[in-house]
């Protein structure tokens, strides 16, 4: 079989080079990383719960319009997703107040804030991906003030569409970090989002035990990082693909304007969601 060619390799992620022209795969690797590695360790199962995650995720937001670079998943742990200039900088959203804000600004986590924020991160693992502000993003040109203010509109779009999805599985959205990449359409260049959206990516907490269900169960070593990704997958309805051999009974499925319609045998296709 021909090699494919590696394009990239970052922490929790390789990309090569695609089957056709403009086109890249992402695979998702069990590597857990945190404090730019200086903690790290191989979690069974995380590239395929994440690469899920996120493909239903950037399925949804195709439906509703909001671009982004993702075209469909191949197997387990990859998806086809299309080749974009990743811009270097990392956009987060806050709701609530939690990570890094807490300790800069002096606030408690679980505040809720005064409206979402947010912040740019340059990305840059030498300097530990610092704070910058959009001054530094259009003056070192790595976008231009138009490309802010797309960004800046994805992202409070992404923040509204993500929150009710999760509010609707019991789970808050306290923050998230979001990538963005140029991508050449019809002669025109247009921002989409790309990378991931996962827990790995996200504060995910439960509404009502207020139960970490993201990375940072990794990087404050609270354990059961894998559990709570399988649940976050579980509430999304994701499991029954992912364990075609669980359970054996019938269960509901719901046609496409979300109302129960019949029943279908446990591991079946789920939900018409299903990876081409
Ligand atoms: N985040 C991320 N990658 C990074 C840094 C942050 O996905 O390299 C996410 C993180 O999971 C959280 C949000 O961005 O959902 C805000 O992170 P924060 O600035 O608090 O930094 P952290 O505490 O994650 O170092």
Same mark, same amino acid.
């Given at each position: 079989? $021909?090699?494919?060619?590696?394009?990239?390799?970052?922490?929790?992620?390789?990309?090569?080079?695609? &089957?056709? &022209?403009?086109?890249?795969?992402?695979?998702?690797?069990?590597?857990?990383?945190?404090?730019?590695? $200086?903690?790290?360790?191989?979690?069974?199962?995380?590239? !395929?719960?994440?690469?899920?995650?996120?493909?239903?995720?950037?399925? =949804?937001?195709?439906?509703?319009?909001?671009?982004?670079?993702?075209?469909?998943? #191949?197997?387990?742990? *990859? =998806?086809?997703?299309? *080749? !974009?200039?990743?811009?270097?900088?990392?956009?987060?959203?806050?709701n609530i107040a939690a990570g890094t804000i807490c300790d800069r600004l002096g606030l408690t986590e679980g505040e809720v804030l005064p409206r979402s924020i947010i912040?740019?991160?340059?990305?840059? +693992?030498?300097?530990? +991906?610092?704070?910058?502000?959009?001054?530094?993003?259009?003056?070192?040109?790595?976008?231009?003030?138009?490309?802010?203010?797309?960004?800046?509109?994805?992202?409070?779009?992404?923040? +509204?569409?993500? @929150?009710? #999805?999760?509010?609707?599985?019991?789970?808050?959205?306290?923050?998230? $970090?979001?990538?963005?990449?140029?991508?050449?359409?019809?002669?025109?260049?247009?921002?989409?989002?790309?990378?991931?959206?996962?827990?790995? @990516?996200?504060?995910?907490?439960?509404?009502?035990?207020?139960?970490?269900?993201?990375?940072?169960?990794?990087?404050?070593?609270?354990?059961?990082?894998?559990?709570?990704?399988?649940?976050?997958?579980?509430?999304?309805?994701?499991? =029954?693909?992912? *364990?075609?051999?669980?359970?054996?009974? &019938? !269960?509901? !499925?719901?046609?496409?304007?979300?109302?129960?319609?019949?029943?279908?045998?446990s591991g079946d296709k789920e939900n018409g969601d299903k990876g081409k």
């Amino acid at each position: 079989m $021909k090699k494919r060619r590696r394009i990239y390799e970052g922490k929790a992620k390789i990309l090569y080079e695609g &089957p056709e &022209p403009g086109t890249l795969v992402q695979f998702f690797k069990d590597d857990a990383t945190a404090y730019n590695k $200086k903690m790290h360790e191989i979690m069974d199962g995380k590239g !395929v719960l994440n690469n899920r995650i996120s493909e239903h995720i950037f399925k =949804q937001m195709n439906r509703i319009g909001i671009p982004n670079h993702f075209i469909k998943r #191949l197997n387990m742990r *990859e =998806q086809l997703i299309k *080749e !974009v200039e990743i811009i270097p900088v990392e956009v987060v959203v806050r709701n609530i107040a939690a990570g890094t804000i807490c300790d800069r600004l002096g606030l408690t986590e679980g505040e809720v804030l005064p409206r979402s924020i947010i912040e740019f991160f340059y990305k840059k +693992d030498e300097l530990n +991906d610092p704070l910058v502000s959009e001054e530094h993003v259009t003056a070192f040109g790595w976008a231009s003030p138009q490309e802010i203010d797309d960004m800046m509109a994805l992202a409070i779009r992404v923040n +509204d569409f993500l @929150s009710g #999805l999760f509010l609707g599985i019991g789970v808050q959205l306290v923050d998230f $970090k979001l990538e963005f990449g140029r991508h050449v359409e019809d002669d025109m260049v247009r921002i989409i989002v790309a990378d991931e959206i996962s827990p790995d @990516s996200c504060r995910l907490w439960d509404i009502n035990t207020r139960e970490k269900m993201d990375k940072d169960r990794f990087r404050k070593s609270l354990g059961g990082m894998i559990e709570a990704y399988r649940e976050i997958a579980t509430r999304l309805g994701l499991m =029954q693909e992912m *364990e075609p051999t669980r359970g054996s009974g &019938p !269960v509901l !499925v719901a046609s496409n304007d979300g109302k129960n319609v019949g029943k279908q045998e446990s591991g079946d296709k789920e939900n018409g969601d299903k990876g081409k």
